[in-house]
Nanobody, 125 residues
Framework: QLQLVESGGGLVQPGGSLRLSCAASGFTLDYYAIGWFRQAPGKEREGVSCITNSDGSTAYEDSVKGRFTISRDNAENTVYLQMNSLKPEDTGVYYC??????????????????WGQGTQVTVSS
């Protein structure tokens, strides 16, 4: 059974940083592409970033480019999302998801197969 557990969320002031973790159990992450998504209250879940397993290619949603960095540590079976220069509009529940057979990056929700439960990120003064 594929299980993903997100952690690292919290309350941070604008301009601050957080590092989210997505830990896998029951399977080896390095065989799959991993995406990070977020959902703000009253809004659709949107893709934030993705990293493939084939060549480590990454993709970012335009509003987070230059501020967020996705990375994977296969030894720890974990994918990270480093978030810097956080803004109030980054607030939401952040989810990681695994894609089976993905060879190019995607930020489309429908391309991902299994999801974690999410971790809350709140950016506020």
């Amino acid at each position: 059974q594929l299980q993903l557990v997100e952690s690292g969320g919290g309350l941070v002031q604008p301009g601050g940083s957080l590092r989210l973790s997505c830990a896998a159990s029951g399977f080896t992450l390095d065989y799959y592409a991993i995406g990070w998504f977020r959902q703000a209250p009253g809004k659709e879940r949107e893709g934030v970033s993705c990293i493939t397993n084939s060549d480590g290619s990454t993709a970012y949603e335009d509003s987070v480019k230059g501020r967020f960095t996705i990375s994977r540590d296969n030894a720890e079976n974990t994918v990270y999302l480093q978030m810097n220069s956080l803004k109030p509009e980054d607030t939401g529940v952040y989810y990681c998801a695994v894609a089976v057979g993905m060879v190019v990056t995607s930020l489309h929700r429908a391309d991902f197969d299994s999801w974690g439960q999410g971790t809350q990120v709140t950016v506020s003064s």
